[in-house]
Every structure is written in structure tokens, then in C-alpha cells.
């Protein structure tokens, strides 16, 4: 049996709405509760590879951190609620969230040292919706600020202004120092065809370059 949708409803509302035990996903988008679409192979293949090499980097520091797969991240006090591609959390500030136990729901910035996007058609979820709501100044109380977040645009589906005229497969990081982000654009062109490595601040020694990211997608 399909479960209704309503029109708009708060956090509370969405969560207590959620099916059990659905292979549907939904996510809660400013009140609005939006399906998440079936992602193509391609988007999977690419999130698989980053799961992978991001795991490997916390085992191999012995990291108090892990990557669930389905956790809702809210923004303090929003109506909103995101189940990112990638999400790398840290178990040392988890138990100051206080609906992580009951719910598996974070709201605090310092509880995720990383959130990864893998873009698809919705694009400008990616790159507006959620880009507002993840990356934000830390300074201000009532802001989320996780300490880290990517856009991972392997297709070049964004629009001109975040990936180039013409079009081309972009990563954007956003990495969050001193209160403020400091932004960066990989492409493949980029230092000799990709070689250039992706610089993290949570996985500083993390050795990804945007070649092998977009070659993830390539069947």
C-alpha cells in the first residue's frame, strides 16, 4: 500500500509521516516531502568508489568516525531534512544530538566532518537547496556549518555558473576555516589531465585526484 503524500508539513510531522521498513527514500525539502528519484548506475558507481576510498582513509587513521546509510541531516530549527550521497560522521559528537538515538537525525555541524553530493538531474537541489542549508557561516548560532562539503558533478549537469562555459565534470569543496569556506573547483583539465589531488581537511593525506572520481563513472 502507497502511503499519501501531504502537501506541507514541520520536521516533527515528516518524521513521525516516514514509512517503515519502504525501499523509498524521501527526503523533506522546506515542508515540501520529495521522493528521491532512482539514481542511475553511473551516480552509484561513483558514490560506491568514494565510500570506498573514504573508508579506507578512516580505518587506516584509526578515526572515531563512520558512514552510515541513511541518516537525516536537519539544519537547527528548519523544515528541512537531507539523506546526503556520502556522509562520513563522528561518533565523539554524537551524543550531543539529541535525536540520534531514537531517530538517527544530526543537526550540529561538528558531527559531520564530511557530506558528499553526487549530482544528478535535480541538480539544483545539490547545488542551491542544500548548499544553503549544509554550508553556512558557523558563526552564527542558528546556522548548521558542517566542516566539510562536496559536489560531485561527474556528468557536468549544473548550471554554467558552478561548472564552466562550456560545461565540464566539476567537483566543488568547500572546506570550513575559521568560521568562513574556502572554495575550490577540480576539473579534468585541471594540472595535466586531473592529476592534480583533491584537498581535504578532514583526509588531508586523502590521495584522490578528479580523474579517478569521474573514471568511476566510465563502464
Request: proline share 5%.
Amino acid at each position: 500500500m502507497t502511503q499519501a503524500i501531504p502537501k506541507l508539513v514541520t520536521f516533527e510531522e515528516f518524521v513521525d509521516w516516514l514509512p517503515e521498513n519502504s525501499s523509498v527514500r524521501y527526503e523533506l525539502h522546506n515542508r515540501n516531502i520529495v521522493e528521491k528519484v532512482q539514481p542511475v548506475g553511473e551516480h552509484e558507481e561513483v558514490k560506491g568508489f568514494l565510500g570506498i576510498k573514504i573508508s579506507v582513509e578512516i580505518q587506516r587513521l584509526g578515526l572515531s568516525y563512520f558512514m552510515p546509510n541513511q541518516v537525516i541531516v536537519r539544519p537547527p530549527e528548519k523544515d528541512s531534512g537531507y539523506i546526503p550521497d556520502v556522509l562520513v560522521l563522528n561518533r565523539a559528537n554524537l551524543v550531543n544530538e539529541k535525536l540520534w538515538k531514537k531517530e538517527s537525525i544530526v543537526s550540529l555541524g561538528a558531527s559531520i566532518p564530511l557530506a558528499i553530493e553526487v549530482v544528478s538531474t535535480n541538480w539544483r537541489d545539490d547545488y542551491y537547496l542544500k548548499y544553503a542549508e549544509y554550508v553556512r557561516v558557523a558563526s552564527r548560532r542558528e546556522e548548521m556549518g558542517i566542516l566539510e562539503y562536496w559536489i560531485v558533478d561527474y556528468a557536468a549537469l549544473g548550471g554554467r555558473n558552478f561548472i564552466g562555459n562550456p560545461k565540464q565534470p566539476t567537483i566543488t569543496v568547500s572546506n570550513l576555516v575559521d568560521g568562513e569556506y574556502q572554495i575550490s573547483k577540480y576539473r579534468d583539465s585541471d594540472a595535466c589531465g586531473g592529476k592534480l589531488r583533491i584537498i581535504s581537511q578532514t583526509f588531508p593525506e586523502l590521495n584522490l585526484t578528479p580523474n579517478q572520481i569521474f573514471q568511476a563513472a566510465v563502464v
